[in-house]
């Protein structure tokens, strides 16, 4: 640490995020100072809106979330702060048959149901149960307390599909339901980890219902609006690089300063977070977790048309595909009386780093070939394509979250949300309660604010905004 501290505030936050946002408004709302230190030039995170596609002759422009994007009725802090906002929910289903990828061959049938071989299909459903059964024995707040942790911990995703899928169609839909949920490969994620991910989500119906609405401001929007509340004390382009933490307050570091103050939440993905320089050092439990989590991997797109096309041919614009480059799809289409058709796709896990190794004429070319094969040849002629690779972001390193390789959530898993000292810790990697989600982020902001606002015996002021449960 270089330097004397050139300014002060109570509090420091430091990843101008969903979660960052949501501790600063927390803390500026109970009368305490606060700076957050965001090293994009922009407010989000993983929530991010592309500039806007189309306006003049074409309509009003598109909103198009390259991030985070949904939100389902069972994510009340979500749902309750879209409310607050004055934002607006809108259905992500369309009606029609889905597209599936799935045996080296493309068939339609229902969302819910993949069109498998009767055979296959007894043993997916099965095998659903058992992992069902399975993820009710976890304990949320403390998954590797579960009685079977350490067997658990020890098998990757692949591993227990081998075991207990014998066809090889119900083993390409398991893979390819890992992949869509983790953006990692069955092979790298162990089944604590994935159990925890279900764990985390609640009830079966909050997880079949994860993606039914989008906003029609766009997610981003969310950020944006609560980052009015505290955007004087918003520092951005400004990287934190280390933090020192002694018996009376803490000490910023970053590459425009130093600041001094009593806490600091850390709210960055693991990896970002694991390359701040940390004095004294981080206890080695913390410090293992963060050195042990890597990101998931996603490139997203949506593909623009001038109508959408394949609800002439009683298609959803939904699809699920075990082989090629993009694994699902969604009708993203806006409702704004234009007529135009969006489809929003996702490429992940070896996919996604394969297409991310390739300049942006040959991923678009790879992204349209695989369009074109699903949905015909008008699909792989959009009037524009827009694609987000997480993974080239240097300040996220990887889409959807950090996930859980085997051996990492047992030995290290109760230093998960711990604060280390006067240091803090939140994002969507940190809940216990929607992990990997916004949701997730938005409810490990509250508690971090609550934590730290506790720490310093300062009491939330009455008009602190406080979720509650509420229904689109």
């Known amino acids: 640490m270089s330097g004397k501290p050139d300014s002060s505030t109570d509090f420091a936050v430091v990843g101008g995020g969903l979660a960052g946002l949501r501790i600063a408004v927390s803390l500026r709302a109970a009368g305490a100072s606060v700076t957050v230190f965001e090293a994009r030039d922009r407010v989000g995170g993983r929530v991010l809106s592309a500039p806007p596609v189309g306006g003049s002759a074409a309509g009003p422009p598109l909103v198009l979330d390259l991030g985070a994007q949904w939100v389902g ?22 009606a029609g048959r889905t597209i599936w990828g799935l045996d080296g061959q493309l068939k339609q049938g229902r969302a819910t149901l993949p069109p498998l ?121 400004d990287p934190v690089r280390a933090i020192a933490q002694d018996a009376d307050g803490v000490t910023v570091e970053s590459d425009t300063g130093v600041l001094r103050c009593r806490r600091v939440a850390v709210c960055v993905p693991p990896p970002l977070a694991s390359r701040i320089a940390y004095a004294p050092a981080l206890p080695e439990l913390r410090a293992r977790l963060l050195d042990s989590l890597p990101m998931g991997a996603s490139v997203k797109f949506h593909a623009i048309y001038q109508r959408p096309f394949w609800r002439e041919r009683g298609l959803s614009g939904q699809a699920w595909t075990a ?101 803090h810790w939140a994002g969507t990697e940190t809940s216990s309660e929607w992990y990997g989600y916004m949701e997730g982020a938005l409810r490990s902001g509250r508690r971090a604010a609550k934590e730290m606002l506790h720490a310093d015996s300062i009491e939330p002021a009455a008009n602190d905004w406080e979720p509650r449960a509420t229904h689109s």
Not at 343 to 348: R, Y
Not at 382 to 409: H, I, R, S
Request: proline share 7%; charged share 25%.
């Open 73 to 94: 009725p069972g994510q009340t802090e979500m749902l309750q702060l879209i409310k607050e906002l004055d934002l607006h929910v809108i259905p992500t289903a369309v």
């Open 117 to 237: 071989p009767p055979r296959a299909l007894a043993e997916v459903l099965v095998s659903g149960a058992r992992a069902a059964l399975m993820t009710r024995r976890l304990a949320p707040d403390a998954p590797w307390q579960a009685a079977k942790a350490r067997q658990w911990d020890r098998l990757t995703a692949e591993d227990w599909i081998c075991r207990h899928l014998r066809t090889a169609a119900g083993r390409d839909f398991a893979r390819m339901y890992v992949r869509g949920d983790a953006a990692a490969e069955p092979s790298e994620t162990s089944v604590l980890g994935l159990l925890f991910d279900f764990r985390s989500v609640g009830p079966a119906r909050n997880l079949a219902s994860t993606e039914a609405f989008r906003l029609r401001e766009g997610a981003h929007e969310l950020a944006r609006r609560l980052a009015e509340r505290v955007e004087d004390r918003i520092r951005f382009a």
């Open 323 to 423: 082989a090629g480059n993009v694994s699902l799809t969604y009708d993203n289409s806006p409702d704004d009386g234009t007529g135009r058709g969006v489809l929003v796709g996702l490429v992940v896990a070896d996919e996604a780093r394969r297409l991310g190794a390739l300049d942006p004429a040959g991923q678009e070319q790879e992204i349209l070939a695989s369009l074109g094969r699903l949905f015909g040849p008008d699909a792989g002629a959009p009037d524009a394509l827009v694609v987000q690779d997480w993974g080239a972001e240097e300040w996220t390193g990887g889409c959807y979250a950090a996930y859980f390789p085997p051996n990492v959530l047992l030995p290290y898993g109760s230093a998960f949300r711990a604060p280390c000292g006067r240091i």
